[in-house]
């Protein structure tokens, strides 16, 4: 049925909880429908010499821009919301494979809206991309997920090697969390 | 809901309310969709406190002061800072969220800070490039328009419901409020200060501008 | 559409960061000059000589074995007994008044300063119950909510309670809210079809479609 593309891209983003793979063949077929509609309501017009007075033909055309209408609001609601999804997964433990899923307009997107946001931070002076969540204690205990090589911290360097426990300040190691080469065991 | 705190046995304390105010904001931000007004003078104040105090902290640190002050500084300073971010963080997913109605309301906009509106009319062409090309350059000419206004069709996002239910506390009496302004049946209630009612947004919003209440 | 992180909302973490910020008595076990922080000047701190400082401060000195904290004179066996009490005898009205952020100090003292709390499991015992009372009180009230309302008034409850009190009940209202509105609506547009215009319509579709054309 008409429309059953789009709706079924918007679901499908729905029934997810993450950013699953961009659906570029599904906007293709969107955009083929809306096509196919266009040609079908133009041609219909030129038949009827743009004379809507029969009821009938305004009718199947006025159908034909409603589902247009309606499959244009799907993608983009579709592609709205994908772009909230992306933004919210900057404050998550990064996911490499999220990175796979975006579409390549997607990939500029996300380069040109962090930069946004920098030039956001740089402007309030305040980096708005750390203490993503209210702070506990000062230092905390933090498990080595990846090697990361040595850090500097107050107290001299440390090297963070796989499988080693260290107990370190928060914002010394916030992106690190957030990178997930480390993980707090609390 | 203030309760039964003990504060009035404390021996007088010289705090700084200004943190429970920028506390306030941020979650009056958090508990509702509306966009309310930019705190400049608190955001900036803060700011320039932190920053202030983080200089002290490191200067001080050479010379003698204790391990456990300093700690304690920081640990105030994080935790301000928390508030400071947050509230910023959560205006501008707010503006994401509301970016394509809020150019036409001229009222919110005039509540954002100037960055806040640097930053919005900035993402605005970033998004709707994102529009073109990933989906309406693909289109036959006509049908390119980001904003069709006819028939039932939206811009893209939504502003999310601005009449939806929040928790209301009143810090001050106020009074008789009309709870349902769009009901033929006028109700209203008395607020005693103190009190928690959970009602409209709309109801709210007036009382939150002039301070008289918050959102909890 | 649900969030990764719905950051717009208020989490149960913040609210625990909030009564971090709620003053506490504490005696310091050792001597340290008035710290000067952003949100006031707390201190001189004199070995066994009591004094007020935000709970989170508390907290860190505790743990660095630095001062014993003065529990608030509700958290104690007795006191919380007493509200239970009140809490069961009055099954139909509203709450007991607490602190509002009851749960969240008693937690965090339990947790860091049990030493100097008297009893501290049945403290903990005392808590539990109370806390299923209010719980199962405030869910009773939620099932009082049978028809459109505009407000509800829920005093007394601790800010945590209603953070959690928050989804259900805002579900509900609005449910209610929608069923109205639904009747209301399918009315007025009947009305509107009687007194619209028929010619219009067509005048409305040829406006609509100019573009196709």
């Known amino acids: 049925m008409y429309g059953d593309q789009a709706t079924a891209l918007v ?25 196919q509609l266009y040609a079908q309501l133009v041609q219909l017009l030129e038949k009827a010499n743009n004379d809507l007075s029969d ?132 | 809901m203030q309760a039964t705190s003990t504060t009035d046995t404390f021996q007088e304390q010289d705090i700084n309310y200004d943190v429970e105010r920028l506390r306030k904001w941020l979650v009056n931000e958090k508990c509702c969709n509306d966009i309310l007004p930019y705190q400049e003078e608190l955001v900036s104040g803060f700011a320039d406190l932190c920053e202030f105090q983080q200089s002290l902290v490191e200067t001080r640190a050479e010379k003698d002061e204790l391990a456990i002050v ?4 920081e640990m105030e300073l994080e935790r301000i800072r928390y508030l400071l971010k947050e509230y910023l963080r959560t205006r501008l997913r707010k ?91 006028t109700s209203t209630i008395f607020i005693q200060k103190g009190e928690v009612v959970c009602l409209r947004y709309s109801v709210a919003k007036h009382y939150l501008l002039d301070e008289s209440a918050c959102l909890l | 559409m649900k969030s990764l992180k719905d950051s717009q909302r208020l989490t149960c973490e913040e609210v625990e960061f909030f009564a971090e910020d709620e003053l506490i008595e504490i005696i310091p076990s050792v001597k340290l000059p008035v710290i000067n922080l952003i949100t006031g000047d707390f201190g001189p701190f004199e070995v066994g000589i009591p004094v007020t400082v935000p709970l989170w401060l508390a907290v860190s000195l505790k743990e660095t074995k630095r001062c014993r904290i003065l529990p608030p004179s509700w958290l104690t066996e007795e006191n919380i007994l007493a509200k239970v009490e009140e809490e069961r005898n009055n099954p139909n009205s509203g709450l007991v008044q607490l602190h509002r952020h009851y749960m969240e100090i008693a937690s965090k003292l339990l947790l860091v300063a049990s030493d100097d709390l008297q009893q501290p499991f049945r403290i903990r015992k005392a808590l539990e119950d109370l806390l299923d009372l209010r ?22 409850a601790s800010w945590m309670e209603l953070n959690s009190l928050r989804e259900p009940l805002f579900e509900v209202l609005c449910t209610f809210a929608s069923l109205d509105n639904s009747n209301e609506t399918e009315l007025t547009s009947s009305t509107q079809v009687q007194s619209q215009n028929v010619p219009s319509q067509e005048a409305q579709n040829r406006r609509t479609l100019r573009k196709y054309q």
């Open chain 2, 95 to 185: 503006i994401e969220n509301a970016l394509f109605y809020l150019w036409r309301d001229k009222e919110r906009w005039s509540w954002l800070s100037a960055a806040e509106a640097e930053y919005a009319k900035q993402l605005y062409p970033l998004i709707t490039t994102h529009f073109e090309r990933s989906f309406l350059g693909k289109l036959p000419e006509k049908l390119r328009a980001l904003d069709e206004r006819d028939g039932d069709h939206h811009s893209p996002g939504n502003l999310d419901d601005l009449d939806e239910f929040v928790f209301l506390y009143a810090t001050k009496e106020m009074g008789n409020v009309t709870t349902d302004p769009s009901s033929p049946v």
């Open chain 3, 135 to 156: 719980t199962s009180k405030l869910r009773k009230g939620l099932l009082n909510v049978r028809e459109r309302t505009p407000f509800v008034k829920i005093n007394r």
């Open chain 1, 55 to 186: 009821p009938r033909i305004g009718g199947t055309a006025i159908f034909f821009h409603r589902v247009i209408l309606r499959n244009k609001r799907c993608v983009l609601a579709y592609l709205l919301h994908r772009f909230y999804r992306l933004r919210d997964s900057r404050y998550l433990v990064m996911d490499d494979r999220i990175e796979e899923n975006l579409s390549a307009s997607e990939q500029e997107l996300l380069t040109n809206y962090e930069q946004l946001v920098a030039t956001y931070s740089d402007k309030v002076q305040i980096d708005i991309s750390s203490s993503l969540y209210p702070p506990r204690a000062l230092y905390l205990e933090v498990k080595v997920l990846k090697d990361c090589g040595t850090i500097m911290t107050e107290n001299g360097p440390v090297h963070l090697r796989k499988d080693t426990l260290h107990y370190l300040k928060r914002t010394d190691i916030e992106l690190l969390i957030q990178q997930g080469y480390l993980l707090p065991t609390s």
């Open chain 2, 70 to 73: 300093r700690n304690l500084k």
């Open chain 1, 11 to 35: 679901h499908h983003l729905y029934k997810s909880s993450s950013l699953p793979p961009y659906k570029e063949d599904a906007v293709r077929q969107v955009v083929q429908e809306i096509d």
